[in-house]
């Protein structure tokens, strides 16, 4: 038997590797993974992070990514 699924559903309740919506200025890797993801240097991410927080969204407005 078939069972037909919305879009939504499977999206939400997929947990595979998607990265977090807070960038965690702690952990090196991820640092490095969102400077390069951002096209923007390690010292310019934590400058963007120190004004406008970790969130994600906030840092790619911020850099006008």
């Known amino acids: ?11 939400s309740s997929n947990t595979g590797a ?3 919506p807070v960038i965690d200025t702690t952990d090196d890797a991820q640092t490095k993974y969102w400077a390069t993801k951002l ?3 390690p010292d310019d991410l934590a400058a963007a992070i120190q004004e406008v927080g970790p ?7 911020h ?3």
Do not use: F, I, Q, Y
Request: proline share 4%; hydrophobic share 60%; net charge positive.
């Open 39 to 41: 096209n923007v240097s």
């Open 1 to 11: 038997m078939l069972r037909l699924v919305t879009v939504a559903s499977v999206l």
């Open 63 to 65: 850099l006008g990514k």
């Open 18 to 20: 998607r990265p977090a």
């Open 55 to 61: 969130a994600v969204a906030a840092v790619r407005r």
